[in-house]
Nanobody, 115 residues
Framework: QLQLVESGGGLVQPGGSLRLSCAASGSDFSIYAMAWFRQAPGKQRFLVASITATQDTNYANSVKGRFTISRDNPKNTVYLQMNNLKPEDTAVYYC?????????WGQGTQVTVSS
């Protein structure tokens, strides 16, 4: 089963940048579409950005133009470059595959945007 470890979160000021990494282990990483999700306390987890096996990307409207998802298949890693961060981006960020089923969720990485 695919295992996922997120890293790169931290405390940043509004307007700052952060790069998240998701290290995956398991078979057939390169065939999965991958995605970043985020969840704030008391709120539902939702999809922020996704990337297919052929590098096609999609973004939630709230992050479009500010976030960039990418993947490095030889390293079994997916990234989320976050620029012009806003307080509304504060959440725990998770990665996972998109179909056929979700893998087990990792611990996520906390992103806090505050002055």
């Amino acid at each position: 089963q695919l295992q996922l470890v997120e890293s790169g979160g931290g405390l940043v000021q509004p307007g700052g940048s952060l790069r998240l990494s998701c290290a995956a282990s398991g078979s057939d990483f390169s065939i999965y579409a991958m995605a970043w999700f985020r969840q704030a306390p008391g709120k539902q987890r939702f999809l922020v950005a996704s990337i297919t096996a052929t590098q096609d990307t999609n973004y939630a409207n709230s992050v479009k133009g500010r976030f960039t998802i990418s993947r490095d298949n030889p390293k079994n890693t997916v990234y989320l470059q976050m620029n012009n961060l806003k307080p509304e981006d504060t959440a725990v960020y998770y990665c996972n595959r998109v179909g056929p089923t979700f893998a087990s969720w990792g611990q996520g990485t906390q992103v806090t945007v505050s002055s």
